[in-house]
Nanobody, 124 residues
Framework: QVQMVESGGGLVQAGGSLKLSCAASGRSFSDYPMGWFRQAPGKEREFVARIGRSSLNTYYADSVKGRFTISRDNAKNTVYLQMNSLKPEDTAVYYC?????????????????WGQGTQVTVSS
């Protein structure tokens, strides 16, 4: 079992930045690629970014490409999401999770061990 705890969310003006953290405990963190998803009110949970086990491979949703950066520190069992040039449409609860299934990794169904989420609100 792996437990995830997200932090770093908050209220920021459009154009601002936030850095989210996801601390993992339990089974070996480095065993899994990790992903960030977000969910806005009334919408489905959507893929934001994914990072491989050794940080060599990263993938982003088109909506955040060039603005967000995913990274991980396996020594600290932590994955990060640096968010720059934030827009009001980035407002959502952000979740991290472990990519445990060898299916389409942009789908939430490919992930387990979800954290409780951290709220990001971007004002215009």
């Amino acid at each position: 079992q792996v437990q995830m705890v997200e932090s770093g969310g908050g209220l920021v003006q459009a154009g601002g930045s936030l850095k989210l953290s996801c601390a993992a405990s339990g089974r070996s963190f480095s065993d899994y690629p990790m992903g960030w998803f977000r969910q806005a009110p009334g919408k489905e949970r959507e893929f934001v970014a994914r990072i491989g086990r050794s940080s060599l491979n990263t993938y982003y949703a088109d909506s955040v490409k060039g603005r967000f950066t995913i990274s991980r520190d396996n020594a600290k069992n932590t994955v990060y999401l640096q968010m720059n040039s934030l827009k009001p449409e980035d407002t959502a609860v952000y979740y991290c999770a472990a990519n445990t299934q060898s299916t389409t990794w942009s789908l939430a169904s490919a992930y387990d061990y979800w954290g409780q989420g951290t709220q990001v609100t971007v004002s215009s």
